[in-house]
């Protein structure tokens, strides 16, 4: 039995994929290619993360340490081969992309992760 607990890794991803989405929805009004192009670099950022994230938090306790630190080992290199193989796909496939939009909202999602992380996990302490 571990006292440390897992966090709720789903509730972040959600909620970035809801933020994104809003943001699509705004954009879309101005842009149908900049939303698009909004949505691909957000998604780009959440999937890699989330699978780094999985990978981090699949074992706990102090038995499984090995385990642990391989799991965040493989997630870690998993999110950085993910991450280029998206934005590779995403330049050879996608022509009419804002690219400044993908790249501009890849970074700007990455703040938005850790405050949304610090907000869940605030609220999990109280």
Do not use: H
Request: net charge positive.
């Amino acid at each position: 039995m571990t006292t440390i607990f897992t966090p709720p890794l789903y509730k972040v991803a959600l909620y970035q994929i809801i933020s994104l989405l809003v943001v699509c929805g705004v954009a879309a009004w101005f842009d149908n290619v900049l939303a698009s192009s909004i949505l691909v670099g957000g998604l780009i950022q959440i999937g890699p993360q989330a699978w780094f994230a999985r990978q981090a938090f699949k074992y706990a306790g102090a038995r499984q340490v090995d385990k642990i630190v391989r799991a965040m080992y493989w997630g870690e290199s998993g999110k950085v081969f993910l991450t280029a193989a998206l934005f590779i796909t995403t330049f050879i496939l996608w022509k009419q992309l804002n690219f400044l939009a993908v790249f501009s909202t890849f970074i700007v999602m990455i703040p938005v992760q850790w405050f949304i992380t610090i907000r869940i996990l605030k609220q999990k302490q109280k």
